[in-house]
């Protein structure tokens, strides 16, 4: 598979230069050249599989060309040691459970198989690796799990201060080894934009062999598209069209919720549902995009105001937006309706969301009013709720389980290096 920058068609890499790379020199996005359909007996007989069987199968779809079948098998099981279970709330909605890895969030699927694709061609390489990594609270902790003691790969970690839940911020910064935390005195926007310049500095990238860990790369846009595919799986046997509501951010999800879809998953409705920052559901109405300043929310991993996966969204409606209309449709909600729906559903069924996940929950609702279509709903669920414990706590009035993992985080001791928003401090931090 070749992958094409989202700037300059022309522009082309194979699978091992995007992976390292991130960005294509002009700044654009990689995409793959083709997207191949998945045979009909595969989703005829979807059901009888496991996530893993289902994840390789659609891996080497995309990646067959570029790595062996068994090795791509390895990639798959080393990558994902946990499930993704779809569990039934009422009798038409679904939650996706995309927090049973280490992190206790989905970005786990992305990182660990990004991890996993990078240590395979690195052992066969022996190249150095450092990671820079911007994260607005989940990343970071994915990544931080997923190259652990990974040899040859260290990682620098740029995460907003004060602007990540407390476990969140532990998981960043009690790791040690090849881990480091940069604890940033701005937002997310700004971690980004550091991260970004640092990959446009020549004496940096000619110093060091730098790769991005962030949504932006292809490598933990792919695997997002399995768990897609593992939930239809779970579903399949209701027989009734299934709606995928995706709470967003920077868009990576979706994107790889749509990849999936132009792979042959037959899904017949996607839902961005989105916090105040609402850029997508209002270009989604009036087709005009308009990136502005991130609003701080409860949902604060997807407090972000310039999507970067926007593009990517777009390309695979080969920038039709009639197109992306139909299949897309946009919610955003207030702290409020958020914090509402998390009692609601709790007092209702004994299920409790995080503040993402409840916005999921709350654009499949709206969209079920809307369109009046029958149809099983299924709403993701980004990160376990024990993660915003002060937040969910205090919004059901009631105290919730805490996995014993999360618990013995709280008591270790976090190490941070502050930095401001300065690119020259930053990059005289990665000089040394
Ligand atoms: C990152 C994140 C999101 C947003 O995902 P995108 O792919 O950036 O749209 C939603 N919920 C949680 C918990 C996250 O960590």
């Known amino acids: 598979m070749l992958f094409y920058s989202t700037r300059t068609s022309s522009l082309k890499a194979n699978l091992e230069e995007a992976v390292f790379r991130s960005l294509p020199s002009d700044n654009g996005l990689y995409m793959p050249e083709f997207i191949p359909t998945l045979p009909q007996e595969f989703l005829e007989t979807i059901e009888n599989r496991t996530f893993n ?25 080393g990558a994902f040691t946990f499930e993704a279970p779809v569990a039934q709330i009422t009798p038409d909605n679904f939650v996706l459970e995309l927090f049973h890895g280490p992190s206790m969030a989905f970005k786990d699927f992305g990182a660990r198989f990004m991890a996993a694709l990078m240590s395979y061609f690195l052992t066969r390489s022996n190249k150095e690796l450092k990671i820079l990594v911007a994260t607005s609270g989940d990343t970071g902790g994915a990544v931080a799990q997923g190259f652990y003691k990974v040899p040859g790969i260290s990682v620098t970690i740029l995460y907003p201060s004060g602007k990540v839940s407390e476990i969140q911020e532990k998981q960043l910064t009690t790791l040690g080894h090849n881990i480091t935390a940069l604890e940033v005195a701005g937002s997310f926007d700004d971690c980004q934009w550091l991260v970004k310049e640092a990959f446009l500095d020549s004496e940096l990238t000619e110093r060091f062999n730098l790769a991005s860990a962030n949504s932006i790369n292809i490598a933990r846009l792919i695997p997002q598209s399995f768990y897609y595919f593992a939930a239809y799986a779970q579903v399949k046997k209701m027989g009734k069209p299934v709606v995928f509501s995706v709470p967003s951010g920077n868009f990576g999800n979706l994107s790889a919720g749509i990849l999936a879809y132009k792979m042959g ?22 087709n005009s995009y308009t990136p502005l300043p991130s609003i701080e929310t409860i949902s604060n991993a997807m407090d972000v105001g310039n999507p970067s996966n926007f593009v990517r969204l777009t390309k695979l409606f080969d920038e039709d937006w009639e197109k992306i209309r139909e299949k897309v449709s946009g919610y955003y909600f207030t702290d409020d309706e958020t914090q509402e729906s998390m009692r609601q559903i709790f007092s209702e069924t004994n299920y409790v969301m995080c503040p993402h996940t409840a916005v999921a ?24 709720p024990a993660k915003f414990l002060d937040l969910v706590e205090k919004t059901l009035d009631s105290s919730i389980y805490i996995p014993e993992r999360l618990e013995n985080l709280l008591s270790l001791e976090k190490i941070s290096i502050p930095i401001n928003v300065d690119f020259d401090a930053f990059k005289a931090y990665l000089l040394g």
Do not use: C, M
């Open 361 to 384: 929950y709350n654009g499949l609702q709206k969209y079920r009013k809307d369109s009046g279509e029958d149809f099983i709903g299924i709403f993701l669920a980004t990160a376990h």
């Open 265 to 286: 998953l037959p899904v017949h409705h996607f839902i961005a549902s989105t916090n105040a920052n609402n850029v997508v559901p209002r270009y989604l109405t009036s």
């Open 53 to 77: 069987e289902i994840a390789t199968e659609v891996a080497f779809a995309l990646l067959g060309d570029d790595i062996p079948r068994l090795d791509l098998e390895n990639i798959v099981s």
